[in-house]
Structures are given as C-alpha cells and as structure tokens.
C-alpha cells in the first residue's frame, strides 16, 4: 500500500499557519515526522482559499524547496491549479514525485496531463467532470474512461494514472461509502493496469469517533482494490489498520511487512 501523508494542507489550521508565517522549523518538523512514520509521499497543498494565485505558486515553491532540504521523501504536489503544480515540479527538481490532481474536463485536462507527460510523473486522476462528482459509479466510470482517452492522446501509460473513485461523507448519504467502494471495484476491471488512490478521512466527516469510522473504510477499501491512500500518517492505529488490510488480501507476502512493523 503506497501511502500518502496528508498533514501539510492548508485545510489544516496548523499547516496553514506554517505558510502564513513562512516557518521553516515547523513545516520541517511536520514533514519529517510523516516521513518517520513511513510514507511514499508528502502531501503538499498550499491553497488557504484567501491567497492569490501568484501567493500560491510561491508558497508552493518555498514548501518543496524547504521540505527537500531536510527530508528526502518524494513530494505530492496537491493543486488543481496548473501553475501552481508546475511550480512544484519545478522545484521537485527532477525527484520522484506525483501530480494531484486531474478531473475528466477539457481545461483540466488540456493543462494538467502535459505537465505528467513533460515532467515524467504519476498522476491522480479523479472520478469526476465538468458538472461535478457524479451521483452514480456508471458515471463515474465514464469520466474514468474520459481522462484514459485523454492520457492515450498525450503518451501517458496507465500505469501512471492513480484513479481517485472520491469519497463522500457517509454523514450526509449512507449510501455513499458502497458507492466509492464498488467504483473502486470497476475501475480495477475496467483499468487493470492503472492503480487507485482514495483521500480517507472524507468518509467519516461531521461523525463522532472518526477513526473507527475511517479505519473500517480503509480495510474495505482494500479489499476493493485500493492501492494508495492519502491519511493521517502520524495516527499509529491507521497504520496498523494499513498493515493488517495488505496481509488480509494478500499483498505482503510472507506477512512480512506486517511482522517487521509490529515487532519494530
């Protein structure tokens, strides 16, 4: 399971603070602490919704720049800005990283998928259009097929392509979380070679005791195919449950992973 450390958004009061206030110290601090925990990649999304764009595409830079210095954990750039992703991958530097996000509509895609073909990157592509997330997995399967075409046309291989099936809060439609987790299902049949990627901590929005609500989803989630997910890395309890979810269906081989974690 290739998972993604979400702490440095600025959604977050603590990460959005530490852009504000430039501080170096902490935005470090955060980040090295997510890559201890054992993370492929830091999440880094810089929209406060109160900057500019030209504010954005600098604190994005600034972020990468500082981060690397300290930390040599790849970087996921987290924008549906263009500009602000190509800052990133400006200042990534030729280092792994992974472009987040994509969506299945003509500016997003005409944008977007040039900068993963040019800068040679993996891309999160989420299940949605134009018109916004769709009600339905048939149509969120067409907007799946929409971004496939899209990547064929600019040279990007599928197995690039980390398809987001999107969640939504369980709290305000109980019917969303089989939703998501059967989308997951046909995105792996009908994009075998492509990989899946869920933002968790949707689910369980606006409901008491978010971690057991968030821990279940994730092991379904597995189950239904999911291969990355972006989390609170620094929560031990959802790193167990990543743990124990990769043993159950079979992707750790020998139990070795888990083995290694629980006795370390």
């Known amino acids: 399971m290739i998972v993604i450390g979400e702490k440095i958004n600025a959604s977050l009061a603590e990460a959005r603070a530490i852009l504000q206030e430039r501080d170096e110290e902490k935005l470090t601090d955060l980040a090295k602490r997510q890559a201890a925990a054992g993370v492929d990649f830091i999440d880094v999304n810089v929209g406060t919704g109160l900057a500019s764009r030209e504010e954005e595409v600098d604190f994005m830079k600034w972020a990468v720049e500082t981060i690397q210095g300290e ?41 977007i998928l040039p900068l993963a073909r040019d800068y040679n990157t993996a891309l999160v592509a989420l299940a949605m259009d134009e018109d916004g997330i769709p009600v339905t997995v048939s149509e969120r399967i067409e907007a799946c097929k929409r971004i496939a075409d899209a990547c064929e046309v600019h040279g990007i291989p599928l197995q690039s392509v980390f398809f987001d099936p999107l969640v939504l809060p369980v709290s305000t439609d109980t019917g969303q979380g089989l939703v998501t987790l059967e989308t997951l299902r046909e995105i792996k049949k009908t994009f075998p070679t492509a ?13 008491p005791q978010r971690e057991r609500v968030n821990m279940a989803f994730l092991q379904m989630a597995v189950f239904a195919g999911l291969d990355a997910v972006i989390m609170d890395p620094l929560d031990s309890e959802m790193i167990s449950a990543v743990k124990t979810g990769e043993v159950l269906v079979g992707k750790d081989r020998h139990c070795r992973r888990y083995t290694k974690y629980f006795r370390g």
């Open 71 to 111: 930390v040599k954990t790849s970087i996921c750039i987290d924008s549906a800005d263009p500009g602000v992703l190509e800052a990133g991958l400006k200042a990534c530097d030729g280092m792994p990283s992974l472009i987040n996000s994509a969506k299945a509509e003509k500016t997003s895609l005409e944008s």
């Open 195 to 207: 990989q899946t990627v869920m933002g968790l901590s949707n689910v369980s929005y606006g409901l």
